[in-house]
């Protein structure tokens, strides 16, 4: 069969993988290049980890997605990942933490709960809360983000799947599987997928009141020479803090130290001017002086901003559209993780291999769809 898909992010490449696996016939649309530097998916890193608060579906889903990772860096050649291990911790009440200390045993993964002192003693950049609670697995690291994309790209062009870099889509008709093109031109297929990220609301009006863009800044920053040193062996953070949650992606590979918040803003436009202003940059760093070590020495203190696409209670959502399309989104800051597998079960959704409601509740962390 021809499937149709609009967004070249890793939502929509991870389908177009997994079907052009399967021998289905592909066209991929985007509104910008491809790789589109606007894009969710486009920044040099993202983080994989078991620790889920008390979201067993999702602590579940990570094995699942580790598996379709090793299937994808088979096709591709190489392996865009790098081990870290993972390091959260929450000041108290700590409500986070205990949650995931009880998915993480339901879901069978090993974990320790160092104290704060252990934490501040090995990790040299880090400065923990000096009371509450801490998990450590020796599971989790850093995918590639950027070369992740380029390469699904790259593979899809060599075997066989029309990609198709500015071509942006002025209407759908879902129920005819056909993108109407802002020059006018028709593009219809047997099924069509819409992963447009931030801009699925605007193309699909089914979707719109349930999910929103969310303008998010990150700060890339260069540590002195001495915790540089620390940093490369040091996991992947997570500070669920009440005062304020960030999240740490560790130097590797080349790729910089990056910073983000762990919460939502939920407002913005996608398509508005992304230059963080001065207030944004300094609520971000304010809590990175709160829990990195010396940060009033770190340089180079790059900020970036990108849009997530945000559901309320942060689940993904899948949704038909007619009898042959369906849209993907609510991705948030957490689903490239699963890129690979979400991949692999839209495709079968889109086949008629997955039935859409169960597919839906399985994407959604509800665990019971396997």
């Not at 400065?127 to 697995?137: F, M, N, Q, R």
């Not at 759908?172 to 447009?196: F, H, I, K, Q, Y």
Request: aromatic share 8%; glycine share 10%; proline share 8%.
């Amino acid at each position: 069969m021809k499937v149709l898909i609009v967004g070249a992010g890793i939502m929509g490449l991870a389908t177009a993988w997994a079907l052009t696996r399967a021998g289905h016939r592909v066209e991929v649309l985007d509104q910008g290049p491809i790789p589109n530097p606007l894009g969710t998916s486009v920044d040099q890193h993202r983080l994989i980890r078991y620790p889920y608060g008390g979201a067993l579906g999702y602590t579940r889903m990570v094995g699942a997605a580790f598996a379709a990772w090793d299937r994808l860096w088979a096709d591709l050649g190489e392996t865009l990942y790098a081990p870290t291990g993972s390091l959260g911790f929450e000041a108290p009440p700590a409500p986070w933490a205990s949650a995931a200390c009880e998915t993480l045993r339901a879901a069978g993964i090993a974990f320790r709960t160092p104290a704060p002192a252990d934490i501040a003693r090995r990790f040299a950049a880090l400065l923990p809360p000096a009371e509450g609670a801490t998990i450590e697995t020796d599971t989790g690291g850093t995918l590639f983000a950027e070369a992740i994309v380029a390469g699904l790209a790259r593979w899809l062009a060599a075997n066989g799947a029309r990609l198709r870099p500015l071509a942006r889509v002025r209407d759908l008709d879902p129920a005819r599987a056909t993108a109407t093109l802002e020059d006018g031109e028709r593009v219809s297929a047997d099924a069509m997928l819409v992963a447009a990220g931030p801009w699925t609301g605007r193309l699909i009006p089914a979707v719109a009141a349930r999910m929103t863009p969310s303008r998010q800044i990150v700060v890339y920053v260069e540590p002195p020479h001495d915790l540089a040193v620390a940093w490369a062996t040091h996991p992947l953070v997570l500070d669920k803090s009440p005062a304020g949650s960030i999240y740490v992606v560790p130097p590797r590979a080349g790729r910089a130290l990056k910073i983000g918040f762990h919460t939502f803003s939920r407002v913005g436009d996608p398509d508005a001017p992304r230059v963080a202003s001065a207030e944004e940059v300094a609520a971000l760093t304010a809590l990175c002086h709160r829990r990195l070590r010396r940060f009033a020495e770190y340089t180079n203190v790059r900020p970036v901003v990108c849009f997530y696409d945000v559901t309320e209670d942060e689940n993904f959502l899948v949704v038909p559209v007619g009898p042959a399309c369906l849209a993907v989104t609510g991705f948030s800051g957490h689903g490239f993780k699963f890129g690979a597998v979400l991949g692999e079960r839209f495709a079968q959704g889109l086949t008629g291999e997955a039935a859409p409601d169960a597919l839906a509740a399985w994407a959604a962390g509800r665990d019971d769809f396997r």
